[in-house]
């Protein structure tokens, strides 16, 4: 009997690693994701020429089927100055505003098997712009980020593309894609983000 058993215990831990390395390669990483990353935005104005935005974000994923995840993600894009130029005819007068974006998406990506994806992603979500002034004539601070689509929260939709590598639980993500809201019109705005990433 305790040959039986000694036998037994000795099976078992022989058989672990070699489960645990299966288990590995049939995507016992793959329940969930979550990174952060660095953004650039090229912000679309339809009243000058567009705004370069730089910023930092995080995101979280999880598995909803063998090649789906459902992302949920937020980023913040450090403040930019924007200027516009008021000429009624008579006097010309500048404001300068200082301009901070939040972005909030929501939705899936579809992705390739294995260690070395290609995906697509569809979200859709808000984007906030906050702003600060000098103290100019009343008025024309709200009027300097008109042509941005004005201040407050709008609805924002993303389709993008890029490619993710792992290795084990860590991997590297790059993304680009058209960052879209809506505000009496649409404005296009290039988006592109890089960053680390953990699966488990």
């Given at each position: 009997?305790k040959?039986v058993?000694?036998?037994?215990?000795?099976?078992t831990?022989?058989?672990?690693?070699?489960?645990?390395?299966?288990?590995?390669g049939?995507?016992?990483y793959?329940?969930a994701?979550?990174?952060?990353?660095?953004?650039?935005?090229?912000f679309d104005?339809?009243?000058?020429?567009?705004?370069n935005f730089v910023?930092?974000?995080?995101?979280?994923g999880f598995?909803?089927?063998r090649?789906?995840?459902?992302?949920?993600?937020?980023n913040?894009?450090f403040?930019?100055?924007f200027t516009?130029?008021?000429?009624?005819?008579v006097t010309t007068?500048?404001?300068t505003t200082?301009?901070r974006?939040?972005?909030?998406?929501f939705?899936?990506?579809?992705?390739?098997?294995?260690?070395?994806?290609?995906?697509?992603?569809?979200?859709?979500?808000f984007v906030?712009f906050?702003?600060?002034?000098a103290?100019?004539?009343?008025?024309?601070v709200?009027n300097a980020i008109?042509?941005?689509?004005?201040p407050?929260?709008?609805?924002a939709?993303y389709?993008?593309?890029?490619?993710?590598?792992?290795?084990?639980?860590?991997?590297?993500?790059?993304?680009?894609?058209?960052?879209?809201?809506?505000?009496?019109?649409?404005?296009n705005n290039?988006?592109?983000?890089?960053?680390p990433q953990?699966?488990?």
């Amino acid at each position: 009997m305790k040959r039986v058993t000694l036998l037994a215990i000795l099976s078992t831990l022989l058989a672990v690693p070699s489960w645990l390395k299966a288990q590995e390669g049939h995507g016992d990483y793959d329940h969930a994701t979550v990174g952060i990353f660095a953004d650039y935005m090229r912000f679309d104005t339809s009243t000058s020429n567009p705004i370069n935005f730089v910023g930092f974000g995080a995101r979280a994923g999880f598995n909803a089927a063998r090649h789906v995840q459902i992302e949920g993600e937020m980023n913040y894009d450090f403040e930019r100055n924007f200027t516009t130029t008021f000429n009624n005819g008579v006097t010309t007068s500048f404001a300068t505003t200082s301009l901070r974006p939040l972005t909030g998406l929501f939705g899936p990506k579809f992705q390739t098997p294995g260690p070395f994806k290609f995906f697509v992603t569809g979200k859709v979500g808000f984007v906030n712009f906050t702003r600060t002034g000098a103290a100019v004539t009343p008025g024309t601070v709200g009027n300097a980020i008109s042509g941005v689509g004005g201040p407050g929260t709008h609805l924002a939709v993303y389709p993008g593309a890029g490619f993710e590598g792992f290795w084990g639980p860590f991997g590297l993500r790059l993304e680009a894609g058209d960052e879209v809201y809506f505000n009496n019109g649409t404005f296009n705005n290039l988006r592109v983000s890089f960053g680390p990433q953990l699966r488990f």
